[in-house]
């Protein structure tokens, strides 16, 4: 069974970066629909950011213009670079993925992550 595996998260001061990353293991698969999501404390799940599979990119509008989502297909890796963090960003952020290519903004995802937890401080 695939799993998808996070990698990044960390402790942060405001202002600062981190890059978060998106394994499927044990084999690839080539995915239609791939995105970051994050949970906060007491609140509902959101989206961050979401790619399909011909590279086009959603981003939530709290993060756009510092969060970038990419993907590198060699190593089939999923990023999310996060610049100019806010302790609002604070979250468990999660990978997601689905075999199907239809509607990636609005579906239910089949595939997640156990999660990465991004802290950041002021």
């Known amino acids: 069974q695939v799993q998808l595996v996070e990698s990044g998260g960390g402790s942060v001061q405001a202002g600062g970066p981190l890059r978060l990353s998106c394994t499927d293991s044990p084999y690839a698969v080539f995915w239609g629909c791939m995105g970051w999501f994050r949970q906060a404390p007491d609140k509902e799940r959101e989206k961050v950011a979401i790619?399909?599979?011909?590279?086009?990119?959603t981003y939530e509008d709290s993060v756009k213009g510092r969060f970038t989502i990419s993907k590198d297909n060699a190593k089939h890796t999923l990023y999310l670079q996060m610049n100019s963090l806010k302790p609002e960003d604070t979250a468990m952020y999660y990978c997601?993925?689905?075999?199907?290519?239809?509607?990636?903004?609005?579906?239910?995802?089949?595939?997640w992550g156990r999660g990465t937890q991004v802290t950041v401080s002021v």
């Open positions: 790619m399909d599979i011909d590279g086009r990119t």
């Open positions: 997601a993925a689905d075999l199907s290519s239809d509607n990636c903004y609005g579906r239910e995802y089949s595939v």
